[in-house]
Antibody, heavy 117, light 106 residues
Framework: QVQLVQSGAEVKKPGASVKVSCKAS????????INWVRQATGQGLEWMGW????????GYAQKFQGRVTMTRDNSISTAYMELSSLRSEDTAVYYC??????????WGQGTLVTVSS | DIQMTQSPSSLSASVGDRVTINCRAS??????VHWYQQKPGKAPKLLIY???SLQSGVPSRFSGSGSGKDFTLTISSLQPEDSATYYC?????????FGQGTKLEI
């Protein structure tokens, strides 16, 4: 079945960077964009950006421009999202999701990133 | 950027009730709206895509309607397992955006 499996929880200090991985299985990894969405505790869903695994092209939400980098390793069907200059407001669950003609399906299980001194 | 506004923010209903959740876009977006269900501690799950198409495996008590600016998610006969937060999402233009969510209690 189509599945996205993300890396485990991270604890980072303010100013550090975090890199979250998202391994795809059950479909052709290069045929669908991967998007990243985050959710702070008790809050709604916030779209961060997209990556085309075939071309490597990316597009980021303006809010994250300059701090986020989305990459991939097609040899292992894995997408990555790196967020730098972390601050406490970046504490959230980060999700990857396959983008299919406009909708997100499926989603990874989520990765909790905690930013704390 | 397109803003998506859901109403109500929360509601309480009983098993067997018919429930509707609304989503309004800040501009006309045709049928580029999708609905998700999220249970506590879990990732969102796609229910409805392109405003009214039922995702495979989703119970038929879920349905979606609307076009332009106004959209509705309907649950025809509420079940206990439908307790969750529901989100709409637009894909008409980048950046994709979500409504703020509707928390449904049974």
């Amino acid at each position: 079945q189509v599945q996205l499996v993300q890396s485990g929880a991270e604890v980072k200090k303010p100013g550090a960077s975090v890199k979250v991985s998202c391994k795809a299985s059950g479909y052709s990894f290069t045929s669908y964009n991967i998007n990243w969405v985050r959710q702070a505790t008790g809050q709604g869903l916030e779209w961060m950006g997209w990556m085309n695994p075939n071309s490597g092209d990316t597009g980021y939400a303006q809010k994250f421009q300059g701090r986020v980098t989305m990459t991939r390793d097609n040899s292992i069907s894995t997408a990555y999202m790196e967020l730098s200059s972390l601050r406490s407001e970046d504490t959230a669950v980060y999700y990857c999701a396959r983008y299919d003609s406009g909708w997100f399906d499926p989603w990874g299980q989520g990765t909790l990133v905690t930013v704390s001194s | 950027d397109i803003q998506m506004t859901q109403s109500p923010s929360s509601l309480s209903a009983s098993v067997g009730d018919r429930v509707t959740i609304n989503c309004r876009a800040s501009q006309s977006i045709s049928t580029y709206v999708h609905w998700y269900q999220q249970k506590p501690g879990k990732a969102p799950k796609l229910l409805i895509y392109a405003a009214s198409s039922l995702q495979s495996g989703v119970p038929s008590r879920f349905s979606g309607s609307g076009s332009g600016k106004d959209f509705t998610l309907t649950i025809s006969s509420l079940q206990p397992e439908d307790s969750a937060t529901y989100y709409c999402q637009q894909s008409y233009s980048t950046p994709d955006s979500f409504g703020q969510g509707t928390k449904l209690e049974i």
